[in-house]
């Protein structure tokens, strides 16, 4: 296995407990695939361990909804090859998202003209805490991002619990596969934020122990 170097024990437990937690997926053994992804979120420690707590899920859901700011833009990490050899990060710029509860709304009068075009000569407006420009609410988008976009809220719901007779057991496999996917992803992040600051610490190791083994220095 490549990745020669970063997090030794750690790396690896996290390759055994991911691979055990999907092979049981297939398997449909659902208690093993439940108690795998417990035991990889574990290998996280204290600061990265994702919180499975539906009630927080609930709260943060409900925090999720964002005005798009129509003057700036905001850089997105993102994933590629996830779980891959050559797995790495991309940044990419998209539409500032700015949550709607930081967002104060503010009565304006308009300017004349504009009264004219729309009959109104009051509209409302919120400021960017970004980029500090004004946008006009009769202009801005407001959504609630979807799970596909890199946006992890560090908590879950939790396990589905299987329920009795075949349209509940439908039901049931399909819940469990959305929550399943939903934590390995949120844990993927985290271990990528666990790497980064890994490698932000022992950096400076890595440099040491090549000069001492590579012999001159200048
Ligand atoms: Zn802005």
Excluded at 188 to 211: C, F, I, P
Aim: proline share 4%.
């Amino acid at each position: 296995m490549g990745k020669s170097g970063w997090l030794p024990d750690v790396s690896s437990n996290f390759f055994f407990y991911r691979t055990l937690a999907i092979n049981c997926l297939q398997k449909r053994d659902y208690n093993g695939a439940a108690a795998a992804l417990y035991d990889l979120n574990g290998c996280l420690g204290e600061d990265y361990l994702v919180t499975i707590n539906t009630e927080s899920f609930n709260k943060a859901m409900a925090d999720q909804e964002v005005y798009l700011c129509n003057h700036c833009t905001m850089d997105v990490v993102r994933i590629v090859n996830k779980g891959e050899e050559n797995e790495h990060e991309k940044t990419v710029q998209e539409t500032r998202e700015v949550p709607t509860n930081q967002v104060k709304l503010i009565n304006v009068i308009i300017p004349f003209i504009d009264s004219v075009l729309t009959g109104n000569t009051t509209g409302i407006v919120w400021f960017c805490p970004n980029c500090m420009q004004e946008n006009s609410i009769r202009e801005t988008k407001k959504i609630v991002p979807t799970r596909e976009r890199p946006f992890y809220l560090k908590v879950v719901a939790e396990c589905p619990v299987r329920g009795d007779g075949i349209s509940n057991r439908m039901g049931f496999d399909e819940s469990f596969n959305n929550w399943f996917q939903n934590l390995l992803e949120e844990i993927n992040w985290q271990e990528v934020l666990y790497r980064k600051e890994y490698t932000a610490q022992h950096d400076g190791d890595d440099m040491d122990s090549r000069d001492s083994d590579g012999g001159d220095k200048p």
